[in-house]
């Protein structure tokens, strides 16, 4: 089984529309990331979290919140969706500075 | 801040050829370097990293050195195979709050 599962995988959604991607991982790590993949532009971080207690906004939060439900579960939400949210967002986790382990991605399109 | 410029792509090679993608960086302090790997419809994973300058990362024929005094991390692979086609980022990160921030990707593909 896979140690960072995002669900679901594919979503297309409308305008205005509130959305939840959920990310689960099995490695027992306490760090984990929120990332969107826009063709050209790379990673940017949305949120991270260092344990439950502890959320923190990244570089593009506007648009975004998410919730720490337990060690191993890391929810994002568009709380309205519009189409410039369409991307591949993607989930990680990491117990030290040396490596990061990313989930498989979902592709969210907001028409 | 810091950031990660990494050579546009897309890069086309024939099987065999010899790879280098090049990645500088800007950075407060000697950060941890990392090229991860994105195949198609997959999630990035950890290709090589190097924690400290002179220190050179090595995984499936890749490889990149730390170069403190040209603040760069290329990659390079002598003859690539057409398994290696995929994405490739460079990465920059560590410290007390373990945040990378990633190049714009470098689309790899390569021919029979």
């Known amino acids: ?111 | 801040g810091n950031s990660v410029t990494q050579m546009e792509g897309p890069v086309t090679l024939s099987e065999e050829a010899f790879l280098t993608i090049n990645c500088t960086y800007t950075a407060t302090g000697y950060p941890s370097l990392f090229w991860y790997v994105q195949y198609p419809g997959e999630g990035l994973q950890l290709l090589l990293k190097a924690t400290k300058a002179d220190d050179k990362g090595s995984n499936k024929g890749f490889e990149a050195t730390y170069r403190k005094e040209t603040t760069s991390f290329h990659l390079e692979k002598g003859s690539v195979q057409v398994s290696d086609s995929a994405v490739y980022f460079c990465a920059q990160g560590g410290g007390s709050n373990y945040k990378l921030t990633f190049g714009k990707g470098t689309l790899l593909t390569v021919n029979p």
């Open chain 1, 1 to 111: 089984d896979a140690d960072v599962t995002q669900t679901p995988r594919n979503r297309i959604t409308k305008t205005g529309k509130r959305i939840m991607l959920e990310c689960s991982q099995t490695k027992g790590h306490d760090r984990m990331y929120w990332y969107r993949q826009d063709p050209g532009l790379g990673l940017r971080l949305i949120y991270y979290s260092f344990d439950v207690k502890d959320i923190n906004k990244g570089e593009i939060s506007d648009g975004y919140s998410v919730s720490r439900q337990a060690q191993a579960k890391f929810s994002l939400s568009l709380e309205s969706a519009i189409p410039n949210q369409t991307a591949l967002y993607f989930c990680a986790t990491s117990e030290s500075y040396n490596e990061q382990f990313f989930g498989p991605g979902t592709r969210l399109t907001v028409l």
